[in-house]
């Protein structure tokens, strides 16, 4: 059978990277998976010869406009193995094909058109260009734009570094690995190369991680890794990856730039108890992807530290005049996958290897266990969000645009000190919109003049020291932690804290949402489970009275006010308290749920919540009990639903307050169980569909349960509850359509000839599940908020105070209840505050006795 390599011509010298011409030898093992199919090795290996033939034999320098889409792939894996010089450049940025076709002439261009296909525009038969037969690559310094400057990588760089990362990640013929990164960066194409090395798969697509589509697919795919940089993981934090179920991860691997330690050690620990790994890595271009990695087993205990060198690499710390101390230095990397070198114009494509080791630039220390640490830099570069930035050329770029400016970079944040009168919005889009960084890894400083050394030289240090505010929002986070330390009352508050970490819960989860939509203008995706750091005021918007409101709050207000409503006969729609239960499982999974909590701190919270619930409930109706006839002592105890009477209907007033007392209390026994506790984590949707499914046996009266006597209210009703929790986990499409259609298959019937009060459930729920916010204005969110924030002490105070004006006006009547409710709710919250004041002081004395 012919093979690519067949094709290459007979020049001294020339060879092939052997992953991409062995692809057949994997046979019908799965190569490839996209949304449209599957493609085996075998089908891989036949595309990938066709299009070698359509290159032709002789060599020629082919640009490839880089997408992730199976065509590209083939036509990389086809140059490759016959022998074409490959240039990689960005397949979405024009100006970079434009200026990279300018400086370097390629023979061939290959190109999406704007139907999807492919478009190969051969330029000539023969090569203009003397290419050195050891070439197969050039790839961009950074991964940025049309810079002319190239690394020359050579066949034997691919596969050393292809076999290299294959041994120490342990990549097995059933790994799948998803294309997050782009192919033109170094990284991303690594993971290319080396899982076609091992015969695994790659799933391709092109979907951000922050995309629910994407998480279908890797879910389908059955993948088992995929690679992030430092920006990847705010976006998996935004997303709620820590919930995420993915059973088949098998590891996660971090490159492209410093990931701060405690995010290292985070990830870490939660991919222990997840069961996956996370690899650290360190590398560069010029190392054809990388030359250090951590061991997994050390990312919690040496988050710092970059690891050991890649397998057949080794290190050396060259002396440094500005690090003097001991085992302190540049450090130089020596291996199999160090470049050929650099290009800067298409002469240097005949050159051979220039470069036998790799100065990184950085200076590292070796620890005393053996593992790097990266300390510093000898050179001005920074590598930022996985981008190499030359502050340098920053300079020049504002230069031109009239600002001067100095600029100083780290591993997180680009620094420009600018002279006034500037912008810093504008400077920040202009730096942005150039290099391609997110807004937040720019941070702009207005000077009255640029820091000078005595010398007259520009003080880069000076500019360092102004640290890495992005254009200060005029929210610093300290403001932002007084708030989340006011509303729950926690003194301890950190910036690496969430408002789910600090112990958050239904009841002041909208104070503070609707606190902070004040506070940042607008209200982030999953700010609960985001870091107080990470939260920040966007660009300004333009000037609107529009807002947003989130469903679970929209609910909470309208179903209390069509509780009370409908008690006191002017609203007749019913339903609004199976509705609040089905909110409160959803508010449980989202609250108590997340897999970064361990199990007793989950019993920890659920036991707060539920004195939140009990406590003033028990005090009400303790102030109630002697001046009415309506209560006895069950209804005092939250037993009326055990030990009746159970024919009074007055004593039935608190079945909500005692329903879901039972059920938080049951819910949160269970998951202090270890074995459900590691049930929940592996299966966070299974698990409580199953318990929904159990709830189904007395929703529906089973033959048996009529011998058992009466039946408490939160047997009978728990499987709403296990529902709405189910909603908070499914977390992609088929799941929510899973939980939805037994919704609306379920519900109907449960109040029988009453199907309007089932079909108000049965929308609340829906609306809950595929709606998370809801068109608003300002005034509308602040009486919601009041109300949802309050529903528990209206439902549990407007018995006692409707009947009281009614007769006069049913309207009156409603609004009186609403307002004592929400003043209850003020007193009830004040107390719980003072009481765990006096808690802390006591503990605090205790202390200092000790």
């Known amino acids: 059978m012919l093979t690519p390599s067949d094709l290459l011509p007979d020049v001294p010298g020339a060879t092939s990277a052997r992953f991409a011409t062995r692809l057949a030898a994997h046979g019908d093992r799965t190569a490839l998976v996209t949304a449209d199919g599957e493609l085996s090795y075998r089908r891989l290996a036949e595309k990938v010869t066709r299009t070698a033939a359509r290159l032709g034999g002789r060599r020629r320098l082919v640009l490839l406009a880089a997408t992730h889409t199976t065509d590209v792939l083939v036509t990389y894996l086809a140059a490759l193995s016959a022998g074409h010089p490959v240039l990689l450049v960005p397949g979405d940025n024009a100006a970079a094909v434009r200026s990279l076709t300018a400086a370097y002439d390629p023979d061939i261009v290959v190109s999406t058109d704007t139907s999807g296909g492919l478009r190969l525009d051969e330029r000539r038969a023969v090569s203009a260009h003397d290419l050195h037969p050891d070439l197969a690559l050039l790839l961009s310094t950074s991964g940025s734009t049309g810079s002319p400057k190239l690394v020359r990588l050579s066949y034997d760089n691919l596969q050393a570094n292809a076999e290299s990362i294959a041994d120490y990640l342990g990549i097995r013929e059933d790994d799948r690995a998803a294309t997050t990164l782009p192919l033109h960066y170094c990284y991303g194409l690594s993971v290319v190369n080396s899982h076609l090395l091992r015969g695994a798969g790659l799933v391709l697509t092109d979907r951000s991680v922050a995309d629910a589509g994407f998480w279908d697919l890797f879910r389908a795919a059955r993948a088992t890794t995929f690679a992030a940089v430092p920006y990847t993981f705010d976006l998996l934090d935004r997303?709620?990856?820590?919930?995420?179920?993915?059973?088949?991860?098998?590891?996660?691997?971090?490159?492209?730039?410093?990931?701060?330690?405690?995010?290292?050690?985070?990830?870490?620990?939660?991919?222990?108890?997840?069961?996956?790994?996370?690899?650290?890595?360190?590398?560069?271009?010029?190392?054809?992807?990388?030359?250090?990695?951590?061991?997994?087993?050390?990312?919690?205990?040496?988050?710092?530290?970059?690891?050991?060198?890649?397998?057949?690499?080794?290190?050396?710390?060259?002396?440094?005049?500005?690090?003097?101390d001991e085992d302190t230095g540049e450090l130089v990397f020596s291996g199999p996958n160090v470049m050929l070198g650099y290009a800067e114009r298409p002469a240097d494509l005949a050159l051979g290897r220039t470069t036998d080791a790799l100065r990184t630039g950085d200076i590292a220390r070796r620890a005393p266990d053996g593992l790097y640490e990266i300390v510093g830099r000898s050179s001005r570069f920074a590598k930022i969000a996985g981008l190499r930035i030359d502050p340098e050329r920053v300079e020049s770029l504002l230069r031109r645009r009239g600002h001067s400016a100095l600029c100083a970079g780290g591993d997180d944040v680009l620094l420009v000190a600018v002279t006034g009168p500037a912008d810093a919005d504008t400077i920040r889009r202009t730096v942005t919109g150039e290099y391609g960084l997110p807004p937040r890894a720019v941070a702009v400083h207005v000077l009255p003049e640029l820091p000078r050394l005595a010398t007259g030289k520009p003080d880069y240090q000076a500019v360092r020291r102004l640290g890495g505010d992005a254009g200060?929002?005029?929210?610093?986070?300290?403001?932002?932690?007084?708030?989340?330390?006011?509303?729950?009352?926690?003194?301890?508050?950190?910036?690496?804290?969430?408002?789910?970490?600090?112990?958050?819960?239904?009841?002041?989860?909208?104070?503070?949402?609707l606190n902070l939509e004040e506070t940042l203008g607008h209200l982030p995706p999953d700010w609960h489970t985001t870091p107080i750091r990470d939260l920040r005021r966007p660009e300004p918007p333009a000037p609107s009275r529009k807002r947003a409101l989130e469903t679970g709050i929209a609910l909470r207000a309208a179903a209390i006010v069509l509780i009370v409503g409908s008690h006191i006969h002017v609203i007749y729609v019913k339903g609004g308290a199976h509705l609040l239960l089905a909110l409160a499982g959803y508010n449980l999974a989202r609250f108590h749920l997340t897999p970064s909590a361990e199990r007793r701190e989950r019993v920890r919270h659920g036991l707060r919540s539920i004195a939140r619930i009990v406590l003033p409930s028990l005090a009400w109706i303790a102030l109630v009990v002697p001046l009415t006839d309506d209560y006895g002592l069950s209804n005092l105890f939250l037993l009326h639903s055990v030990l009746g009477p159970h024919d009074s209907e007055t004593a039935m007033h608190f079945w909500f307050i005692e329903a879901l007392?039972?059920?938080?209390?049951?819910?949160?026994?269970?998951?202090?169980?270890?074995?459900?506790?590691?049930?929940?984590?592996?299966?966070?949707?299974?698990?409580?569909?199953?318990?929904?499914?159990?709830?189904?046996?007395?929703?529906?009266?089973?033959?048996?349960?009529?011998?058992?006597?009466?039946?408490?209210?939160?047997?009978?009703?728990?499987?709403?509850?296990?529902?709405?929790w189910a909603a908070a986990k499914a977390d992609s499409t088929r799941q929510r359509v899973l939980v939805t259609v037994v919704a609306l298959a379920t519900i109907p019937g449960f109040f029988p000839g009453e199907p309007f009060r089932d079909a108000v459930v049965a929308a609340g729920f829906?609306?809950?599940?595929?709606?998370?916010?809801?068109?608003?204005?300002?005034?509308?969110?602040?009486a919601a908020g009041v109300l949802a924030s309050s529903s528990l002490y209206i439902y549990l105070t407007h018995w006692q105070i409707y009947p009281l004006i009614d007769d006069f006006s049913g309207w009156l009547a409603l609004l009186a209840s609403l307002l004592f409710g929400i003043g209850y709710a003020t007193l009830a919250n004040r107390g719980m505050r003072w009481a765990a004041g006096v808690r802390k002081r006591r503990s605090g004395v205790s202390c200092g006795h000790a």
């Open 766 to 782: 829906v609306l809950l599940v595929w709606v998370r916010r809801l068109p608003s204005r300002g005034w509308i969110n602040s």
């Open 239 to 324: 997303i709620g990856f820590a919930d995420l179920p993915l059973p088949h991860l098998r590891y996660i691997t971090q490159a492209g730039g410093r990931l701060a330690p405690d995010r290292v050690a985070h990830y870490a620990e939660l991919g222990r108890r997840e069961g996956w790994d996370l690899y650290v890595m360190y590398g560069q271009t010029e190392a054809t992807a990388r030359m250090a990695y951590l061991p997994p087993h050390l990312a919690a205990t040496r988050p710092e530290a970059i690891g050991v060198p890649v397998p057949g690499g080794s290190f050396q710390l060259e002396p440094h005049p500005d690090w003097p």
């Open 472 to 513: 200060p929002p005029p929210e610093a986070p300290a403001d932002l932690r007084r708030l989340y330390a006011r509303i729950l009352d926690r003194p301890d508050v950190t910036e690496d804290d969430s408002f789910v970490s600090l112990g958050g819960d239904s009841l002041s989860y909208v104070e503070m949402s």
């Open 661 to 724: 007392t039972y059920i938080l209390v049951g819910t949160i026994a269970l998951l202090g169980l270890r074995a459900v506790d590691r049930a929940e984590r592996r299966f966070p949707f299974a698990l409580p569909m199953s318990i929904a499914a159990l709830g189904l046996v007395t929703r529906y009266d089973l033959p048996g349960l009529q011998d058992l006597g009466h039946v408490p209210s939160a047997v009978v009703i728990f499987w709403l509850f296990a529902l709405g």
